[in-house]
């Protein structure tokens, strides 16, 4: 029997049926034991962890493939947004902070300092 901490989701799947399966082969010698409901209880989860591990697999790609999708939305969002910008400051002139556009800090103009002599 693997080691709970140790063994793969794969290991513990070929234990389970080796089991079923040796119980199976093994009903001569099994005979007057009432293993039926738990023989039933054990195949009935393996069944149930295949199909969640399916289930597990299926949403990984559905998570990828939405994250791709999500990603694209969101750069296809970015050019919209900044051509809607982009327009709003053509039409209006000026920079509006209402529609994300900041006006520019003023510009301060350095007095150069002249050395005598030069």
């Known amino acids: ?6 063994s793969s989701f794969a290991d ?20 007057g034991l009432d293993l039926d409901p738990l023989r039933d209880s054990l195949a009935s989860h393996l069944r149930e962890a295949r199909e969640l591990k399916q289930l597990q697999l299926d949403l990984a790609g559905t998570r990828r493939r939405t ?3 999500l990603r694209g939305t969101c750069d296809e969002a970015r050019d919209s947004a900044r051509l809607l910008r982009s327009l709003v400051k053509t039409r209006l002139g000026v920079k509006q902070g209402q529609f994300g556009l900041s006006q520019p800090p003023a ?12």
């Open 1 to 6: 029997m693997p080691s709970r901490k140790t």
């Open 12 to 31: 513990l799947l070929r234990d389970w049926e080796a089991l079923l399966a040796a119980c199976d082969s093994s009903e001569a010698l099994l005979e």
């Open 67 to 69: 994250t791709h999708r």
């Open 107 to 118: 510009r301060v103009k350095k007095e150069t300092v002249r050395k005598p002599g030069f």
